[in-house]
């Protein structure tokens, strides 16, 4: 059973770099992101991943916005581009994942090197763009992934996007739920975890349901990066883990 799900895994990931290279030069913005959603969401049924999307205090969804989450695996990207796809940000060891790190890249996902000021600098001024030019983009503003019942301090610096480019910060919670709807461990993806490993456990998992939810947006009207951090890692954490304080870099 393993097996065979891990070859359907792989011939989706074949497919989709076959799409990207042969079919995305001609199509519309409109065009990929439509095939980037339904391939996403054929991807997250293949590893066994039910979706459920919820709303909190909240009747639609904002935009634009810069759109922010907390991190638990490599499959966060794409439970989120089953809702809309985004531009995201992402660690630069990304790019070296076998056929992923690929598609990543040809998608549109934005790298960035950890500990480098001038490339997170780069990488704002090219949000801001992008942002301006109607895209949605998304970033992880944890920097890694942490363990499900945990949301790690949100750093600030990516945050003065929405301020320059004048648009609330919608955030985002995720997490990865089992039958009897307790956090399904074998979503993690932390350590020294490979990605092929986290592969295989998610596959192995029974089955898990991810848990999409969509938080009031925030106005970053005469806001700082730092009480924006600082008020989306409180809105996320208000439902992941709502005894969290406010914790920000």
């Known amino acids: ?11 989706h990931l074949v497919v989709g770099l076959l799409k990207v290279a042969l079919l995305f030069p001609f199509l519309d913005a409109a065009g990929r992101e439509r095939r980037v959603q339904r391939w996403s969401r054929q991807l997250v049924g293949i590893c066994g991943v039910r979706m459920r999307f919820d709303e909190v205090r909240q009747r639609d969804p904002v935009s634009p916005a810069l759109i922010v989450c907390n991190h638990i695996s490599w499959l966060d990207i794409f439970v989120l581009n089953t809702l809309h796809p985004c531009r995201f940000v992402a660690k630069s060891d990304i790019r070296g994942w076998p056929l992923i790190g690929w598609l990543c890249e040809h998608t549109g996902t934005i790298f960035i090197a950890r500990g480098r000021a001038r490339d997170v600098r780069r990488i704002y001024e090219g949000l801001v763009r992008s942002i301006h030019d109607g895209e949605r983009v998304a970033f992880f503003p944890e920097g890694t992934t942490s363990t499900q019942g945990t949301v790690l301090p949100f750093h600030a610096n990516l945050f003065e996007a929405a301020i320059e480019a004048r648009v609330p910060v919608q955030p985002y919670a995720i997490r990865y739920l089992d039958a009897d709807g307790s956090l399904h461990s074998s979503a993690d993806f932390v350590g020294e975890m490979s990605f092929v ?13 991810a848990e999409l939810v969509r938080l009031p947006a925030i106005n970053t009207d005469g806001a700082h990066r730092r009480e924006l951090a600082r008020a989306a890692h409180d809105a996320v954490a208000g439902v992941l883990l709502p005894s969290q304080a406010a914790l920000v870099d």
């Open 1 to 11: 059973m393993l097996a065979f799900g891990l070859a359907r895994l792989a011939v």
């Open 197 to 209: 490993e986290s592969v295989i456990a998610i596959m192995k998992s029974g089955g898990m349901t």
